[in-house]
Each structure stands twice: as structure tokens, then as C-alpha cells.
């Protein structure tokens, strides 16, 4: 049976074309919001950093009616996929709406999600936004967008695909490119009668596949996801079938129960097939779960949520910087913290190691990682952090394996050699390249070892001026690929600060901040590096006399230092790119080195 009063659909784009805005205006549309409240309230994307690094990593949820059908529009993972959440989320919906640029176009970035969406099928409404941008190229766009289909095998539905042309900051669309359109109302409608409405079977039992886990100071871990079959009550008993346990099914009562509404949840007493509800007070609920009726315990199979590929070791930072000291610094308030991100994080693993000063905290790919450090940074947790490591594998044959990433990379065209040679050195495999851009821009893909692509961003950055971008994606795990070899090379500066000595290898990867005080000294020389392992070096607090030995990061990394000096304050000056000096006073300079990923 179908559910006509209900459309679930998944919104896709790359950042900047303008989903916010467009969810925004559907929700003002129809008629959301309420007196006094203010219509430029971001809907989507509210985490800053997701907004600065240009991805969206939290899924959430909005509902929009729209005459008598409730839309639910859910958010997806922009290109990252942490370990199956894409594919997760897709499932809650019967069609997506790809956000593209009237100028820039499709970019790389969403091709994953894109690629997820069209092998589960999905019909697809391609919304061309920013139409009244005065550059805007509708027509080029739309061939742009059927190209990429075509090279992500659409099937011939799917190439058939309604496009809406819209200026979501005007709050018009139409289904002409060369009208302008009233409303949304054209957009409404695409999505009506071209999305099909949930399908399930009412009479059966009830069964409810956990898709997303939200997580509330006051109600703790909610549960989001589809009413598949059945219906769901208020006080009903469930049983809840536990996909990483199968044989430990838990019977509750299902306590609270919320349909989302505009930009809130609102309780509700009952909810139908295709109806995306949230329930709270189940403290043992889980993503991959299936809430089922007693009588009809049956679970909907679930994508096997990616395993970490990839770690690190958060530990309480016993040197901290003069006057740089965050909020909350102890163990424990770092051990709460990360065990508290377990709760809606389903792809981190966080285990305690032999000190408690440190945790090994593990997730997919470096972004990942990346990601929770600079939030947790924000929030005033102050700790140190390890270099990523890569988790090897051994498969059946007894072979170590190693993860493996797929990096697409658009930069131009004069830097492309300088990239291509880079990830070569890095075991990079070049497997696609091609020119984009009208002849400016190269766009390169690479299969390469995730060990490969530690600590290379930062270099990425620096190769291309900052024109470049790069996206990668977990490609599985393939056998190990032989030892890195290469030779990198950046100035080095060191101070000396009481009995802490802290130094960070320049022009390459590293975190965090340097404090120059009064009368510390400021070391300063290049580093030659060969290195076996695919490895950098990275900010280090370091006891006064460990200077004397070069360190190094691997076993296997022979370093020089060549020579130290001690230098002026304005020499050392030097070696620091302007942009990342926070502050410059006679006695102390203040580097922030930025966080290049
Ligand atoms: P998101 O990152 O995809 O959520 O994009 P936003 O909704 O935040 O929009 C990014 C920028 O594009 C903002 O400055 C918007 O004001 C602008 N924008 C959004 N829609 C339109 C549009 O239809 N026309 C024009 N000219 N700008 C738009």
C-alpha cells in the first residue's frame, strides 16, 4: 500500500549551491515560519565546521507540507562517506534532489553521493539553482549534469529526470530555463508527482529501521528512521533486534514518539508506513536496529556499518602553551567527551590505552579524525594528538592489507605535474585524467594507499597556491603496496620554552600552535627527510634534552637538522608565512598554523 500523503526525499549538493537557502524557502513557503521568527535561520548545516571545510557530515531532518502531503527532506553527508552513512540515509527516501549551480555546475565533490543515490535507484530531480546569477549557463549545466549520469551508469528512468530551474534566494522556480517562475510551486510539484509516494504494509507487524541516532543532553540517544511496515504506537511494546547482537533481542516500550515538523520534532501518538519518526527513551538503540512488533520479529538487513581504517592517540598535553590552555584539560573530561561522541558517531571507535592519558581514538580516514579535533579544539578541550596511522588488515591468505582511498582532484593545469609527481612518490596510482573548465583546470583521479595521503594536504595546498581541491573517498582494502620512499624537505623552527622545547616542521603538515615568549630561544633549520613510512612531522613537546637527537616520527625515518641556529626574532620571522602569525609583539610571536585538510 501506498502512503499518498507523504514524500521522503534526500537533498544533495555541493556546499555553496545553495541548499540551505532552497530548504529555507520551502519552509517559508509553506508557511513554517511562524510570526517573529526570523526566515534567515539556517535550516541545514548549522556546524561551522562542516561549513568551512566544505562538507556536510550530520544528516538531518526537516518536513515541509505541502497541501495535504508532509515532505520530509532529509540532509545527506555532502562527499565524505563516515562508514556508511550515505548509503544509510538513502535508504529512509524514495528520490533526491540535486542542488547544482546554474554557473559552476556539478562539481566532484557530490559525485559519491550521487553514485549512491542512482545504484539504489532512486529518481532523481535535478534543481538548477541560482538561476538569476547574471553568468548563469542553465543549458550548458543541465548537458554538465546529464554527462555526469551518464558516466555514473543512470539507467534510462533516471536520465529522464525533470529539471527545475530555481532562484531559492528569490524564492522562484520554474520548469523553463527561460521563464522565471512565481513560486517554489513548480518545485513543489516535481517533487510530488515525481517522487513516489512510500509504499508498506500497514497490517503487518511493526517494523522501524534505525537509520540515524541523535543524541540530547535531557532525553539522550534518539532513534531516527522509516516506519517501514505496520504502525508504531505510544506505549507499544517493540522488540528491538539488534544487528551487531542478533541474538539479543530486548523488548521495550516505545515511550515518546515524534514526527519532525518544519525545523522541530513534535510528539506524536501514532505513526504510519513511510512516516520518518524519532523515538527517545530507549537507551539501548542503535543504528542498523529494527524496532519490530513482539509477534512479528522480523529484521530489515542493514548495510554493514565501514570499519575504522585509520587512527590516532588524544592524550592530555602535560606542556601546554603559556597562556593557551583550554578549558577542559584533564583525562577525564577528555575521556567523557569522546565517549560522548560515540553516541551519534557510529564509524569512531574510542578504547582506553595502558595510560590514562591516552586514548586511541579510530575512525574512516583522516577528515574524519580531522574533524573531531578541530570541534572538540572549538568546544575548549585542550590535548595532543598523535599522527594518524593507518589500521592494516590481514586477509584470508595471511597478506597485509591496507585501506585505500580514491582521490579525485581538481587543480590548474600548471600545478597538475607538480601533484602528479607527489602522489606518484606516494604510491598513487593515477587512473583518470581529463580537462575541465573550458582547458584551465586538470582533473586528476588517483587510487592511492590512505598512508599515502597523511600528512598531504597541507603540501596539496602549498603546490597549488591554494587553487587546488581534493576529494577523496574510501576505496576498501587492497594488499600492502610496498614501502614509501621519498624525501621531503621544509625549514624547521624550534623554541625553547622552560623545560619544553616545541618545534614543527614548516611548509609541511602540522597542528596546532606555537607560542615564542620572552626570552625564549628560537632555533631555526632545514630538514631533510627520508622517510620509509608515508610520514611527516608534526608540532611535538618535547623534553629540553630529546633537541639534541633529531626526532623523527617513525622507526624507520632517518632526519637531519641542518644546522640548528638560534635566531632573531626577525629572522625567524622568516620561516613563517604571514598568515598564520596570529600576533607579533618585540618579545613573542603567536603561528597558528592552520589545518590544512
Ligand atoms: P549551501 O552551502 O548549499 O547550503 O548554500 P547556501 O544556501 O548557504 O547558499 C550559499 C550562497 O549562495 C549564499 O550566499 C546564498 O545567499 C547564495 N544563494 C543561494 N541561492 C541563491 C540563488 O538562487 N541565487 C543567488 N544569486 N544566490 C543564491
Not at 543541465?142 to 534510462?156: H, R, S, T
Amino acid at each position: 500500500q501506498k502512503r499518498e500523503d507523504v514524500r521522503n526525499v534526500a537533498i544533495i549538493a555541493h556546499v555553496d549551491h545553495g541548499k540551505t537557502t532552497l530548504v529555507d524557502e520551502l519552509l517559508k513557503q509553506s508557511g513554517v515560519f511562524r510570526e517573529g521568527q526570523n526566515v534567515a535561520e539556517r535550516v541545514m548545516d548549522s556546524n561551522d565546521i562542516e561549513r568551512e571545510r566544505g562538507i556536510t557530515i550530520l544528516s538531518k531532518n526537516t518536513a515541509v507540507m505541502y497541501k495535504n502531503t508532509k515532505i520530509n527532506i532529509v540532509d545527506t553527508p555532502g562527499h565524505a562517506d563516515f562508514g556508511g552513512e550515505v548509503e544509510r540515509v538513502l535508504k529512509m527516501v524514495n528520490g533526491v534532489i540535486l542542488v547544482v549551480d546554474a554557473f559552476e555546475g556539478p562539481m566532484p565533490q557530490t559525485k559519491f553521493v550521487l553514485r549512491k543515490a542512482l545504484e539504489l535507484k532512486l529518481p532523481v530531480i535535478v534543481c538548477i539553482n541560482k538561476i538569476d546569477r547574471p553568468e548563469a549557463r542553465p543549458d550548458e549545466v543541465v548537458d554538465e549534469v546529464l554527462e555526469l549520469f551518464l558516466e555514473l551508469d543512470a539507467d534510462d528512468a533516471q536520465l529522464d529526470c525533470p529539471f527545475v530551474y530555481a532562484s531559492a534566494k528569490s524564492g522562484i522556480a520554474s520548469m523553463d530555463s527561460a521563464e522565471s517562475g512565481a513560486s517554489m510551486e513548480p518545485l513543489f510539484e516535481t517533487i510530488i508527482n515525481y517522487i513516489p509516494a512510500p509504499e508498506g504494509d500497514p497490517e503487518a507487524g511493526t517494523q522501524v529501521l534505525v537509520s540515524t541516532i541523535d543524541y540530547n543532553e535531557y532525553v539522550g540517544r534518539i532513534g531516527i528512521g522509516k516506519v517501514d511496515n505496520g504502525i508504531i504506537k505510544v506505549n507499544q511494546e517493540v522488540v528491538i533486534c539488534n544487528h551487531h547482537a542478533p541474538d539479543k533481542q530486548v523488548k521495550v516500550k516505545v515511550s515518546k514518539l515524534y514526527e519532525f515538523d518544519g525545523l522541530n520534532k513534535v510528539e506524536v501518538k501514532e505513526a504510519g508506513i513511510g512516516s520518518i519518526v524519532a523515538i527517545s527513551g530507549i537507551t539501548d538503540i542503535h543504528i542498523g536496529d529494527t524496532l519490530c512488533s513482539p509477534d512479528a520479529v522480523l529484521p530489515i538487513p542493514f548495510q554493514k556499518i565501514s570499519e575504522p581504517t585509520i587512527a590516532m592517540q588524544f592524550m592530555v598535553n602535560d606542556s601546554p602553551l603559556a597562556g593557551l590552555e583550554g578549558k577542559y584539560v584533564t583525562s577525564r573530561h577528555i575521556r567523557d567527551r569522546l565517549f560522548r561522541e560515540l553516541n551519534t558517531d557510529v564509524s569512531l571507535r574510542v578504547e582506553e590505552t595502558d595510560t590514562t592519558e591516552c586514548f586511541k581514538v579510530s575512525g574512516r580516514g583522516e577528515l574524519h579524525l580531522s574533524v573531531l579535533i578541530e570541534t572538540m579544539r572549538r568546544e575548549g578541550y585542550e590535548f595532543a594528538v598523535s599522527k594518524a596511522e593507518v589500521l592494516y588488515r590481514t586477509d584470508e591468505s595471511g597478506k597485509r592489507t591496507e585501506p585505500m582511498e580514491l582521490a579525485y582532484i581538481d587543480v590548474p593545469n600548471e600545478f597538475s605535474g607538480a601533484v602528479i609527481e607527489k602522489l606518484g612518490q606516494r604510491k598513487g596510482e593515477l587512473r583518470n585524467m581529463g580537462s575541465i573548465s573550458g582547458g584551465t583546470y586538470t582533473r586528476l583521479e588517483f587510487s592511492i594507499p590512505a598512508r599515502g595521503l597523511i600528512g598531504y594536504r597541507g603540501e596539496f595546498l602549498t603546490d597549488t597556491k591554494g587553487n587546488g581541491i581534493m576529494n577523496t573517498i574510501f576505496d576498501g582494502y587492497a594488499p600492502y603496496k610496498g614501502d614509501i620512499q621519498y624525501r621531503r624537505q621544509g625549514s624547521l623552527i624550534a623554541f625553547e620554552a622552560g623545560e619544553a622545547i616545541t618545534y614543527g616542521l614548516f611548509n609541511a603538515q602540522e597542528r596546532g600552535t606555537l607560542f615564542i615568549g620572552p626570552g625564549e630561544k628560537v632555533y631555526a633549520g632545514m630538514v631533510v627527510g627520508q622517510t620509509g613510512r608515508s610520514e611527516d612531522i608534526e608540532v611535538n613537546v618535547c623534553k629540553k634534552k630529546q633537541l639534541t637527537n633529531t626526532r623523527s616520527s617513525g622507526a624507520d625515518d632517518a632526519l637531519r637538522l641542518v644546522p640548528p641556529r638560534i635566531l632573531s626574532m626577525e629572522q625567524a620571522l622568516d620561516f613563517i608565512d604571514t598568515d598564520e602569525l596570529l600576533e607579533i609583539t618585540p618579545t613573542h610571536l603567536r603561528i597558528r598554523k592552520k589545518i590544512l585538510d
